[in-house]
């Protein structure tokens, strides 16, 4: 019988599809893309293609609907998990089980008064599914309106300050997970170590507790509350976020947080100091980032200033708000893009602001958003690790990109970006090296880990963590450069920006005391120029002008003469180099260009 064409009595028909993802993970090795278990599910049941092309009352493809209930259930019974986002993983416990009709029946029954969705009909849950065992989580508790803790304590609740935040996390928090009332901020004085009088991230533990109840409204939980006075001070890996959950599955330094606010045990303050990012932040010799970075939030409920997409906007990124939304979200998925264009089409730009619309914040920290450009004579060990002399002889020594894994590693509940810029002019098989693999969005997890040709210490592995992500930029009109390796393309999102003169950038021009008979000039003279470029054999779409060059960023007293100056100092000398072979034809580009001023 074919796959869709079985039920298991009394269940939902999804039910018969609890042995089959187990079985097809199993094959593939233990963990797969959703769409890898899609398609090895229906190869190997002989499903139909009609079926594969029916959809539910949602629009969703009803397979793929059942598959992904299959998974959500599994999950809640502990036997699939994600070790990082888009990827499907069998527990030990879920490699070890042979599913029988009666026990998927016991499955469905034990977690099906928790849910009130038509499973076989609504979308099936996305993303993270938090499994059943005990989870751990770590919450803040001010408000604008002060601390709530004793609130909290009283009423025996927790609750979510936000109305538009956290609540799916919220939601994920189930009778009996152990939460924690924390504070987090920084030190500079009377630490158990020494510090050298830099700043170091605290967190203050108040209460844990055991959750009784959720109310499935993203807001409040019951919980049955033990206060900590004094509280107990944590160091070093800390949470900022109001609300995140220990990812003591993956991540040893979240076990040993959990293990020090629920289980008592004293901080192994030696064993952090020797972590690459703090052993270097207080190190007595070195210079770390962290002495010469701004003082970072005294603590994690301290108001901030937020940046988002409409931000972008207003900063003047001419772009609808759709499809920055979209770039986000393509970054967040794929952890990895590079911002792709002609001169002049405000990479750059653009690259800063995504990273700190990732982030969230205006002015995040150097340590959180940080610049790179490739050049030819990068190599691995400038970028990656590599031999460093010191006054001790050669010393292996981090690059940047190693820098940056080591401090989203220490801080990791909140984003971390790295920009490279001109990313195509360096050799990215010699400056990545092991790094192409392990940049991934598939294989951000320890258990991806792998050894470097550089190893600080036998058996050393490393992961790119999950809270990284990177932005690239690359110039497509740089004729001395050779075609991007295919095996960065492979990890990278590819995102083409346009010369953009529309009626945004009109406003802009106008906001800076440009008028609208020189606005209407300056977007048909830039656009022939640009009809020409594109029509040009020698030259095509990809060299054509940006609107940065004639984007003003301050008031301009006499828009005509900014617009005249801009031919002669900046696109005059780029069309000279176009068309270094046939100096007439820019001579002629830049005539027409000045033709009514």
């Not at 890996?237 to 609300?243: G, L, P, Q």
């Not at 911002?339 to 653009?350: H, I, R, V």
């Not at 909140?414 to 693999?437: D, S």
């Not at 690359?474 to 390796?485: C, G, T």
Request: aromatic share 10%.
């Amino acid at each position: 019988m074919k796959l869709f064409e079985q039920k298991i009595e009394g269940v939902p028909q999804f039910v018969s599809y609890f042995g089959p993802v187990l079985d097809v993970l199993r094959d593939l090795g233990g963990e797969a893309k959703p769409k890898q278990v899609f398609e090895a599910i229906a190869e190997r049941y002989e499903v139909s293609e009609d079926f594969l092309n029916q959809t539910n009352k949602n629009g969703q493809p009803k397979f793929n609907n059942r598959v992904a209930w299959a998974r959500f259930y599994l999950v809640k019974a502990g036997l699939l998990y994600s070790p990082k986002r888009g990827i499907w993983a069998l527990t030990e416990e879920g490699k070890a089980t042979e599913m029988s009709d009666e026990l998927a029946v016991d499955i469905f029954r034990r977690e099906r008064s928790a849910l009130k969705a038509d499973e076989d009909e609504d979308q099936a849950p996305e993303g993270e599914i938090v499994p059943d065992g005990v989870n751990y989580w770590f919450v803040g508790a001010a408000w604008d309106e002060g601390d709530q803790t004793p609130r909290f304590l009283e009423k025996g609740i927790w609750q979510n300050g936000y109305d538009d935040k956290f609540s799916h996390l919220v939601r994920q928090m189930k009778q009996g997970d152990k939460i924690a009332i924390k504070a987090t901020y920084t030190r500079k004085h009377d630490v158990p170590f020494d510090n050298r009088e830099r700043a170091v991230s605290a967190m203050r533990i108040k209460a844990i507790g055991t959750i009784t109840g959720n109310h499935d409204d993203g807001k409040t939980v019951e919980v049955f509350w033990e206060e900590i006075d004094p509280p107990r001070e944590w160091f070093f890996f800390t949470y900022r976020t109001t609300v995140a959950r220990a990812r003591f599955e993956d991540d040893e330094m979240a076990r040993q947080l959990v293990s020090f606010t629920f289980e008592g045990k004293d901080q192994d303050i030696e064993r952090f100091l020797k972590h690459p990012y703090w052993a270097e932040k207080y190190a007595e010799d070195i210079e770390p980032l962290a002495a010469i970075e701004e003082q970072e939030e005294a603590d994690d409920e301290q108001p901030i200033e937020p940046y988002g997409v409409d931000d972008i906007i207003a900063d003047g990124g001419f772009m609808t708000r759709g499809t920055l939304q979209g770039m986000i979200s393509r970054i967040e998925s794929k952890k990895n893009i590079i911002l792709q264009g002609a001169p002049g089409t405000g990479k750059t730009w653009l690259a800063k602001r995504l990273g700190k619309a990732l982030i969230g914040k205006r002015n995040p920290s150097p340590g959180q958003l940080r610049s790179v450009q490739f050049h030819p004579s990068l190599s691995y060990e400038d970028f990656v690790r590599g031999y460093r002399p010191s006054s001790n002889g050669l010393v292996i020594t981090d690059g940047i990109f190693l820098q940056v894994v080591e401090v989203a590693r220490a801080q990791p509940d909140i984003a971390h970006v790295l920009i490279i810029e001109e990313i195509n002019r360096g050799n990215p098989a010699q400056v990545f090296g092991e790094m192409l693999t392990l940049l991934e969005n598939t294989k951000r997890s320890r258990a991806d880990a792998i050894e470097l040709a550089y190893r600080k210490q036998p058996g050393e592995r490393v992961h790119v963590p999950d809270n990284l992500y990177i932005i690239g930029t690359m110039n497509v009109a740089d004729r001395s450069l050779a075609l991007v390796d295919l095996a960065l393309r492979r990890r990278f999102a590819f995102v083409s920006l346009e010369p953009v003169l529309n009626d945004s950038w009109a406003a802009w021009c106008s906001d800076r005391n440009i008028d609208g008979e020189t606005i209407d000039f300056i977007r048909t003279q830039m656009t022939a120029l640009n009809d020409d470029i594109s029509s040009d054999r020698s030259l095509g779409p990809q060299f054509r002008i940006g609107h940065s060059y004639v984007t003003p960023n301050e008031t301009i007293e006499d828009a005509k003469a900014w617009f005249k100056d801009v031919i002669e100092t900046e696109i005059g000398p780029l069309l000279e180099e176009y068309w270094f072979d046939a100096p007439e034809r820019a001579t002629e580009a830049m005539a027409r260009l000045r033709n009514g001023l």
